[in-house]
């Protein structure tokens, strides 16, 4: 909301939080569509720059989700590999990584490394081949529809978080198999989804 009230557009915080995992392009269209508004491209992009500022400034003050780190120590120990695949450009992705205590070598997949962004497969697919795997044999954790869309367009298994401030029925709808509150009760139920020791 801080990067609309810099470029003088007053814009609701749910509508704002509807767009929320979506492609950046996506959120732009919704954003002229609902406000009448016409933006040039350099608009756009001062709008772009102004997301990842206020997002870089405000990143001390948020945590990583209960038992995030804790659920990524658990499937590393399992064997089980993952990635972190995301809508964000590498520049804010970043600052993820610090706050979650991963190493700058952790497999990600960001907005600059695709042609398209969530709802489209893009993201996820590319993941699934940087870890070596079929898509098809992949888990996709998400807390919003974006990104459970983008599973089931990438034949992925979807996994819905309650964080990202979606309904259950939502996420089911948009093919989530399961939903879980957060990371930490998706720990405690791995069963659930079929996720063994490592052999």
């Known amino acids: 909301r801080q990067a ?5 557009i007053d814009l609701s915080v749910w509508r704002i939080h509807r767009r929320i995992g979506m492609s950046g392009g996506l959120f732009v269209t ?13 608009q756009i992009d001062e709008l772009q720059q102004a997301h ?13 989700l209960p038992g995030a780190r804790e ?9 089980v590999p993952w990635a972190i695949a995301t809508s964000g450009y590498a520049r804010t992705a970043r600052l993820a990584l610090g706050m979650l205590g ?4 952790t497999p990600m997949v960001t907005r600059d490394m695709v042609r398209r962004a969530k709802p489209d497969p893009d993201l996820f697919l590319a993941g699934a081949s940087l870890l070596g795997i079929d898509p098809a044999h992949a888990m996709v954790v998400g807390d919003s529809v974006w990104d459970l869309l983008a ?7 979807g996994v819905g978080l ?9 996420l089911e709808r948009s093919g ?16 659930e989804l079929g996720v063994r020791l490592a052999d």
């Not at 659920?71 to 064997?79: D, Q, S, V």
């Not at 599973?151 to 298994?157: D, E, S, V």
């Not at 309650?162 to 939502?170: A, F, K, N, P, T």
């Open 102 to 105: 991963l190493p700058e070598d």
């Open 71 to 79: 659920l990524l120590a658990e499937l590393t120990a399992r064997g």
């Open 30 to 42: 919704a954003l002229l569509r609902e406000t009448g508004l016409k933006l040039t491209q350099e």
């Open 151 to 157: 599973a089931r367009r990438a034949g992925a298994l």
């Open 162 to 170: 309650l964080s990202g401030g979606y309904g259950r029925d939502e």
């Open 4 to 8: 609309l009230s810099g470029l003088g």
């Open 52 to 64: 990842a500022d206020a997002y870089t400034e405000q990143v001390d003050s948020v945590g990583p």
């Open 176 to 191: 989530a198999f399961r939903v879980y509150a957060d990371p930490a009760d998706m720990l405690a139920r791995l069963d």
